[in-house]
């Protein structure tokens, strides 16, 4: 029979925050909870119960991505994770860290467009917009959008135009930042 590691309710949110700061990519349940579980003794109703509690604490945020929940730390989250991960034993970090390098070198989410609106309050939303290339963030950005139809006008019209909105960009920054 194999034992695996049964963490504490502290531990289990450290778990949790190490996991989502270990990956590249803003986490759905399903790939935390894969994440997770290779890790420790905890199953897929405790993340989601430890994942609210999270939330509530503004630890980290949670987005509407093509109509599945995902994840991210805040800036108090990840503060919290850097100061406290030496507080998750050293066998279950290197779990985490390797199942997360696994899917972190997945080349089918290397080079992608995100473009998601997330709701601020019932009736307001912001969009999350950004290029990725070589896992590398070309672009990333958020802003107000006001309506939820607004916010999703700004998602397509992103996804149809990216190229051009991002040589728009450039040539801006490099027109205005010229040294003479």
Request: net charge negative.
């Amino acid at each position: 029979m194999l034992l695996r590691y049964k963490p504490d309710d502290y531990e289990t949110k450290l778990i949790i925050l190490y996991s989502i700061k270990q990956l590249n990519k803003s986490p759905s349940y399903h790939l935390l909870s894969q994440v997770i579980t290779s890790a420790a003794d905890i199953n897929y109703f405790e993340i989601e119960g430890y994942i609210s509690d999270l939330t509530e604490l503004g630890s980290i945020e949670e987005y509407i991505v093509e109509g599945e929940s995902v994840f991210s730390l805040t800036g108090s989250g990840m503060e919290m994770c850097e100061y406290f991960e030496t507080r998750i034993p050293a066998s279950v970090r290197e779990k985490i860290e390797m199942s997360a390098a696994e899917i972190n070198n997945d080349k089918s989410d290397r080079n992608k467009i995100i473009a998601n609106y997330i709701p601020i309050s019932e009736y307001e939303y912001k969009v999350h917009c950004g290029i990725m290339e070589d896992n590398i963030k070309l672009l990333d950005f958020e802003m107000y959008a006001g309506s939820k139809e607004k916010a999703k006008e700004i998602c397509a019209y992103f996804k149809e135009h990216t190229k051009e909105f991002y040589v728009a960009i450039i040539e801006h920054l490099e027109k205005n930042t010229k040294k003479d």
